[in-house]
């Protein structure tokens, strides 16, 4: 298996345009989630989905980001309108089906500068 | 919520000595805990866990220990390379849902040759 694809891996925009990130999640893993990294905040959970249902979005920072899981394969995280302080590392990761003490396997991330 | 607290932030240390990472924890319901290593330009990878039923847990030259009653684990690496050189999180998680770990702030390893 390839491991949990994300792209782009480098996004650089200014501020005020739309942003969307793409994951690809392990296939067979049924649940999928969004992180964000920053040097002052470290890694926050955004948003995590399970069997393509968004279960928590608690996270999400304000009204400007969105995420969607069409199907099982596909998942995307949106930013409208973008801002300077989105600029952050983001990662999607995935997880395999069952209860109990299940690894989060990591994308390589896509990182974000919002001019 | 839970709350993880690591440290410390950055350590230094010279190849062949041994590294040790703490974490305390808040929520005495959480009972997995997971070391996470992530290397420059890449997402975290799972490295060791341990469970609250037990104690100790060692793969090789890494080790994890947990105090539950101080609610406090660590991770400690012997013999330490230039590769074990990366960022390393903690986390702790509670049952129910796919146990969604909350994570610490991240310990950056340097380890001179």
């Known amino acids: 298996d390839a491991g949990v694809i994300q792209s782009p891996r480098h996004e650089v925009t200014e501020m005020g345009q739309e942003v969307t990130l793409r994951c690809k999640p392990i296939?067979?893993?049924?649940?999928l989630f969004w992180y964000r990294q920053t040097m002052m905040r470290g890694l926050e959970l955004l948003i995590y989905?399970?069997?393509?249902?968004?279960?928590?979005d608690s996270g999400m920072p304000e009204d400007r980001f969105s995420a969607k899981m069409p199907n099982a394969s596909f998942s995307t995280l949106k930013i409208q309108p973008s801002e300077p302080r989105d600029s952050a590392v983001y990662f999607c990761?995935?997880?395999?089906?069952?209860?109990?003490?299940?690894?989060?396997?990591f994308g390589p991330g896509t990182r974000l500068t919002v001019l | 919520g839970e709350n993880v607290e690591q440290h410390p932030s950055t350590l230094s240390v010279q190849e062949g000595d041994s590294a040790v990472i703490k974490c305390t924890y808040s929520?005495?319901?959480?009972?997995?805990f997971p070391w996470y290593k992530q290397e420059l330009g890449k997402g975290p990878q799972l490295i060791i866990d341990?469970?609250?039923?037990?104690g100790e847990k060692k793969d090789q030259r890494i080790a994890v220990t947990l105090n539950k009653t101080a609610k406090h684990f660590s991770l400690h690496i012997t013999e330490t390379q230039p590769e074990d050189s990366a960022v390393y999180f903690c986390?702790?998680?509670?049952?129910?849902?796919?146990?969604?770990?909350?994570f610490g702030r991240g310990t950056s390893l340097i380890v001179h040759p």
């Open positions: 990761a995935s997880s395999p089906p069952g209860l109990g003490y299940n690894e989060q396997f």
């Open positions: 296939s067979g893993h049924d649940y």
């Open positions: 989905f399970n069997n393509n249902v968004p279960i928590d």
């Open positions: 929520d005495s319901a959480s009972n997995y």
């Open positions: 341990i469970r609250s039923n037990v």
């Open positions: 986390a702790a998680s509670r049952p129910g849902g796919s146990y969604i770990p909350t």
